[in-house]
């Protein structure tokens, strides 16, 4: 028990303290070996995934090489280094009716708060230290087993101002309200924050568009989407979409934010190249100091040379309870501080928080 | 050069462009692809041949024509001896993704089944089922309207013979992720027989072009689509007779101690066309408890996958399919890791896999030679797990030899529970008879009898 302890206040300090620059392998990787021998130790299900591939911690001398699972197994089995029944939050896979969805257990919520606190403040919102955070996704109080929604309503108490509201229910996008809570955003001249998922946000562009309704949101204004869209029933390309954000609420591209996350990983990784900040290049989505990425060929899962396109493998020192290694299906290129996203695998299941929104969209 | 289209020769040909074709990863190919519109379309359809032959008057001429153009098609494709034959394959896997080793095997699966004689027998038993139902005849209708799907490379071709056979006039939509073997496929019977190929057109638009759509239902056709889920419920919206060979799938049945060469015949069904059709298995079914012998199974039938991968080469997995294999594989490893009975074989990529556990989530659809090995202690226990899964079961694959089966149809829980759908042993599913879609699709077997057919059955 001390030593659960000991790892847990190593971590949340590193996650609150270490420089937002500093990818050096050092304190990341020592901490990345501890966990992986608490995770081995304490997560009978990962015990057996890694004896399988007799991957032990006497054998793993670098963090590259800790054992990832797979997201398709949080499906199938809990993946937790405590008793079920101490569980005090159980964030699901989006999912559909066919298909099972993930679930991913936490003990404790203080390490994702740290972590999307801190990565937020210092990719979305600066120089800001509050906005008004306008929300078009799922929030907790509709969404209990939505991490998106823990996220979005953390957000919203932590850097949201007294006029931050959410516009999306279980009955669907709100654009309406939305557009009353932007127009009084224009006339105080109060950069709004709108977060959202790619559907709801084209959803409500939509009914703008239907209505000739255009925007011309106060300087510093930004949008932040996230999930995808693909092969669902609304298909645009990412260069439209995001020029129809832009025409749609008036502020230029290096406003515009994306998130990849996802619901079994307790951080996240942000496309930002806001004018505050200095991060480039545009296409790629930054990573925190406490998460580290490789790819991985997809024939074999062999890990990969920086920069070379393979399935993304994500580390992440807040996945505490679980497992820090989290092989996606995502194809991409990794570095040391940022990933670059290729794809999806098109005919795997979607995934993410946009299909939320469909679900709970009615059908045209 | 291939083209995603196929017009009569009385017909204006539409206006084209240089495309690349790109196919889940796969591309390399320059095609001629059709540039459609509406305008285009309406008056080319009024040229279509028409009305329907079917069974009226002075129709056994047409029929015997029909025939004869189609048994030279036959002749060509399933040896692809005529002239450009080895370009054609090369550009169809890179359409595709398929080996050209797969492909070849394909083309002579399709072309193989069928000779004069068979198609004239289809003819004798169509109509004397025609017969069966004298108060309900009505004409053949106007217009099929053929959905292809893009799966299986040439899904359409055995009804589009048959249609061809009655000839009912033809639009097939080809799907835009393999558009291009069916235009190849009707140019050959254009060089064959000009007329019997006026009254059958082939073309390419995506989903999102809903004019077309709407332009061809415009002449109330009666439909047949073969796709997934989506494709179907686009098309089932309309008004119109439809006829759905939607998401399906079939399992194989076996006995434990099942010889090798059934193994082989077990593997083929599932390399063949990479596990992607409704004939292709999901899952075997194998009669025991004792892991001992699924274990013995299991390697047997790695024995056999690895033979087929030089018989039936893979061509090259896309990332994207790599991906789906490695979280399939990923799932059961932690499944195994969790304290399941879990058994899995992979070869040294993602070439195939071979599972074995005490049960699986059928409605998952796996590819690309993934074999699900579900142990069951009875026959009971089988029909238990079957019927949650009927509805989308196409056909049952019997693994082992004659006598087996013979035990096994006798078994009075599968007569009392169970109404199976039509069986065929290992090594036949990729390659069924000539009439094997109305034995699994009543609606079409209306269809091809000119019956009154109900909308959206």
């Known amino acids: 028990m001390r030593a659960v302890r000991q790892i847990n206040k190593k971590i949340l300090r590193f996650i609150q303290t270490v420089p937002m620059t500093e990818f050096a392998d050092g304190a990341f990787q020592q901490l990345a070996l501890e966990l992986f021998q608490y995770q081995y130790e304490n997560n009978a299900v990962y015990r057996g995934v890694c004896l399988q591939q007799n991957l032990t911690p006497n054998v793993i001398t670098a963090w590259r090489d800790i054992p990832a699972v797979t997201t398709s197994a949080f499906k199938e089995v809990p993946l937790i280094c405590f008793p079920m029944n101490e569980a005090i939050a159980v964030f699901h896979t989006s999912g559909t009716t066919q298909r099972r969805a993930g679930k991913h257990y936490f003990r404790t919520l203080d390490f994702y708060r740290a972590a999307m606190g801190r990565s937020f403040a210092e990719f979305c919102l600066t120089p800001h230290k509050k906005m008004r955070l306008l929300f078009l996704g799922p929030t907790a109080e509709y969404f209990l087993n939505s991490s998106l929604g823990y996220m979005f309503s953390g957000w919203r108490d932590e850097f949201g101002d007294e006029q931050s509201a959410s516009f999306f229910s279980p009955a669907g996008v709100d654009a309406a309200a939305l557009q009353n809570g932007l127009e009084i955003a224009i006339r105080e001249n109060i950069p709004v924050f709108i977060l959202g998922t790619a559907l709801a946000l084209l959803e409500c562009m939509e009914v703008f568009q239907r209505q000739k309704r255009r925007f011309k949101l106060p300087c510093g204004s930004r949008i932040l989407d996230t999930g995808g869209y693909k092969g669902r029933r609304i298909e645009v390309g990412r260069n439209e979409f995001q020029d129809r954000l832009c025409a749609s609420f008036g502020i230029s591209r290096e406003y515009l934010l994306n998130e990849y996350g996802m619901t079994e990983l307790s951080s996240q990784f942000y496309e930002s190249s806001l004018p505050e900040n200095s991060f480039a290049p545009r296409s790629a989505h930054f990573a925190s100091p406490w998460v580290r990425a490789v790819a991985v060929d997809p024939e074999n899962l062999a890990v990969l040379p920086d920069g070379e396109i393979g399935l993304l493998r994500i580390f992440d020192l807040a996945n505490v309870d679980s497992v820090m290694a989290v092989q996606t299906e995502d194809l991409g290129r990794a570095w040391q501080d940022r990933i670059e996203l290729i794809g999806r695998a098109s005919g795997a299941e979607l995934r993410g928080c946009s299909l939320l929104t469909e679900m709970i969209s009615p059908r045209t | ?457």
């Open chain 2, 1 to 457: 050069m291939l083209r995603n289209f196929f017009v009569p020769s009385r017909f204006a040909e539409p206006p084209t462009l240089l495309r690349h074709h790109a196919n889940n990863g796969h591309s390399g190919l320059i095609y001629e692809a059709a540039q459609l519109t509406s305008s285009w379309l309406a008056p080319a359809l009024a040229k279509l041949r028409q009305p329907a032959c079917g069974f009226k008057a002075g129709s056994k001429a047409w029929q015997a024509r029909a025939i004869a153009a189609w048994c030279k098609v036959a002749a060509e494709w399933k040896t692809l001896r005529f002239p450009g034959a080895k370009k054609i394959l090369v550009d169809l896997a890179a359409t595709t993704g398929l080996s050209e080793k797969m492909l070849k095997e394909a083309l002579h699966n399709h072309f193989g089944v069928f000779d004069e004689t068979i198609l004239k027998e289809w003819l004798r038993r169509t109509k004397q089922q025609r017969g069966k139902y004298a108060v309900d005849k009505v004409n053949y209708p106007a217009l099929v309207f053929l959905v292809a799907a893009g799966n299986i490379p040439g899904v359409a071709i055995h009804p589009l013979i048959h249609l061809s056979l009655l000839g009912i006039p033809t639009l097939v939509k080809n799907a835009s992720t393999e558009p291009l073997l069916l235009p190849a496929i009707l140019e050959t019977l254009a060089r064959h027989d000009t007329e019997v190929a006026a009254r059958l057109v082939a073309l390419t638009w995506s989903r999102t072009q809903a004019d077309l759509t709407q332009t061809v239902m415009t002449r109330h056709p009666a439909l047949v689509a073969f796709g997934d889920d989506d494709t179907i419920e686009n098309f089932a919206q309309q008004e119109s007779y439809f006829v759905d060979f939607g998401d399906r799938f079939s399992l194989t049945l076996a006995p434990p101690a099942g010889a090798q060469s059934h193994v082989r015949k077990i593997a083929y069904d599932f390399c063949m066309f990479e596990q992607m059709g409704c004939l292709s298995p999901q899952a075997i079914f194998l009669f025991t408890d004792d892991w001992k012998k699924v274990d013995v199974f299991c390697r047997q039938l790695v024995r056999a996958m690895e033979r087929m991968s030089v018989t039936l080469p893979v061509r090259q997995r896309t990332p994207a399919q790599q991906a789906m294999i490695q979280q399939w594989r990923g799932a059961l490893i932690a499944r195994g890791a969790a304290g399941e009975k879990v058994i899995l074989l992979t070869g040294a990529g993602t070439g195939w896999t071979v599972a074995a556990a005490t049960h699986f989530d059928l409605d998952e659809r796996l590819a690309y030679r993934f074999v699900r090995v579900w142990p069951v202690a009875s026959i009971r226990a089988f029909v238990e797990v079957f019927q949650r899964y009927q509805k989308r079961a196409h056909i049952l694959i019997w693994g082992s030899s004659v006598n087996e089966l013979q035990k096994f149809l006798s078994a009075p829980e599968l007569d009392q529970r169970l109404e199976p759908g039509p069986f065929t042993f290992a090594g036949k599913a990729q390659i069924p008879n000539c009439g094997w879609l109305e034995d699994v699709n009543p609606a079409w077997r209306r269809l091809m009898c000119g019956l009154r057919l109900p909308k959206n059955i």
